[in-house]
């Protein structure tokens, strides 16, 4: 049993007599430990899993550091992995995420040619990679770990798609997925599947998030896709930026729905927004999120889709495709919509009250 203390409400049920001594076990067993003990458990795992890999690769590259090898060693640390998941346990359940990715990345190096080559054959790689995940993913566990192995297969995927049009299309799909599963999350939340969606949505929404300077002439992701394949952006750019308008619009018309009287003007207000910022379209994926994320009032995804927004202003403001005065006037006009929405909500907001 759990040593975090029981919340107040479980306690006030306990003593008004709605809930037995065995319910009120059942809540103090799922309350959550401290976020400080967590970390502290975390941290401790994690050197602890560092300590027995450490030990168990040197049997293991006695028998050789052949793909059998490699291979099989993968398969146990799995193994394990899923056996400490059924634990159900802070400090197993880091461990079992060690020894999770561990496992996978050992897996998938037994595809490679040698040991550490992991370049050439990289296809092959992303596939093995995909299917390792998806495993993984399979298994009863933390959603941490359901959300890393989602990660992993969505970034695996993409690379299977390569770099053009194909991965600007996958970056749009992203975004409206992440968006769709957010606005639906009171019809999933007592779904009995529901770890594995919101599994998914954390590695849609993060993937979604990291993958939107896709849509930017000379973001870092072009710029090193350009370095490393020679691939020219092409229709990149008018696909992403119209994809990323399409999915704030369906965003806004959604939440709308049932305010016929704000729905024009809201719409409105997104497709002149979508104009004004369409020298950095990640903007329009970050603000489609965060009104996804904001609906299902999710607070850790509002704070780290605002760090992802203010990262796509700075890259806005030191990217040299665009002069400044067009910069300027990106921002004034995006600021001036939005200042016009807030308003116009603010008025609403009065007459019904």
Not at 109 to 129: H, I
């Amino acid at each position: 049993m759990s040593n975090a203390p029981v919340p107040p409400v479980a306690e006030r049920l306990h003593d008004a007599g709605i809930i037995d001594e065995a319910r009120l076990a059942a809540l103090q067993a799922a309350t959550r430990a401290p976020w400080w003990l967590a970390l502290l458990l975390g941290f401790a795992a994690w050197i602890a899993a560092t300590m027995i890999m450490s030990s168990f690769f040197v049997p293991l590259l006695a028998f050789g550091s052949g793909p059998v090898a490699r291979g099989v060693g993968g398969l146990l640390l799995a193994a394990a992995s899923a056996f400490l998941f059924r634990l159900r346990k802070p400090f197993t359940d880091q461990m079992a995420l060690a020894f999770s990715l561990a496992g996978q990345a050992l897996f998938v190096s037994a595809f490679a040619a040698r040991f550490f080559d992991l370049v050439e054959g990289a296809d092959v790689l992303a596939l093995a990679a995909l299917a390792a995940s998806v495993a993984m993913a399979a298994i009863p566990a933390t959603t941490l770990h359901r959300s890393a192995c989602a990660l992993i297969a969505l970034f695996s995927l993409a690379w299977q798609i390569g770099a053009g049009t194909g991965l600007a299309l996958f970056g749009v799909a992203l975004a409206g997925a992440a968006v769709a599963l957010w606005l639906a999350r009171l019809a999933w939340a007592a779904h009995p599947q529901a770890p594995l969606v919101k599994a998914a949505a954390h590695a849609l929404t993060l993937a979604a998030l990291v993958l939107a300077p896709y849509g930017h002439a000379h973001s870092a992701l072009t710029a090193l896709e350009e370095a490393l394949t020679g691939y020219q952006t092409g229709f990149v750019l008018p696909v992403y930026r119209i994809g990323a308008a399409l999915v704030l619009l369906a965003t806004t018309a959604w939440l709308c729905r049932d305010t016929p009287s704000l729905r024009l003007p809201a719409l409105a207000g997104a497709l002149l927004f979508a104009l004004a910022t369409h020298p950095a379209p990640g903007l329009l994926v970050a603000v489609a999120v965060l009104l996804a994320v904001f609906h299902a009032s999710h607070r850790p995804w509002i704070a780290m889709t605002l760090v992802f927004a203010t990262l796509y202003l700075g890259e806005l403001y030191y990217s040299l495709q665009d002069t400044l005065l067009v910069k300027s006037i990106a921002l004034i006009a995006s600021g001036a919509v939005l200042l016009a929405l807030r308003t116009l909500l603010r008025a609403r907001a009065r007459r019904i009250a």
